[in-house]
């Protein structure tokens, strides 16, 4: 099994920087997908970015410019680095990892006041 553990999260001013981790621990496989998601109050989860094993990385039209997703050498932690935020970013942001199965963290809360 994969385990993962969300960091980062926090209040901030619109316009502000936040920087999430996660990192990933167990029977972490090669060919992967790790991403970040987010669901905001009465809506759906809805994919942030994503980065494939083949370095592939898929960003929402509504983050595309503002964000960056990044893995570190090792591979088993991914990063967002999310810039210009603004109030609709307000979310709880969860990190995904699937290989044949999916797994998720727990998630961490970012709130942007304006």
């Known amino acids: 099994q994969v385990q993962l553990v969300e960091s980062g999260g926090g209040l901030v001013q619109a316009g502000g920087s936040l920087r999430l981790a996660c990192v990933a621990s167990?029977?972490?496989?090669?060919?992967?997908?790790m991403g970040w998601y987010r669901q905001a109050p009465g809506k759906q989860r809805e994919l942030v970015a994503q980065?494939?094993?083949?370095?592939?990385?898929n960003y929402a039209d509504s983050v595309k410019g503002r964000f960056t997703i990044s893995r570190d050498n090792a591979k088993n932690t991914v990063y967002l680095q999310m810039n210009s935020l603004k109030d609709e970013d307000t979310a709880v942001y969860y990190c995904?990892?699937?290989?044949?199965?999916?797994?998720w963290g727990q998630g961490t809360q970012v709130t942007v006041s304006s």
């Open positions: 995904r990892y699937s290989d044949n199965q999916n797994y």
């Open positions: 167990g029977r972490i496989s090669s060919i992967n997908v």
């Open positions: 980065i494939i094993w083949t370095g592939n990385i």
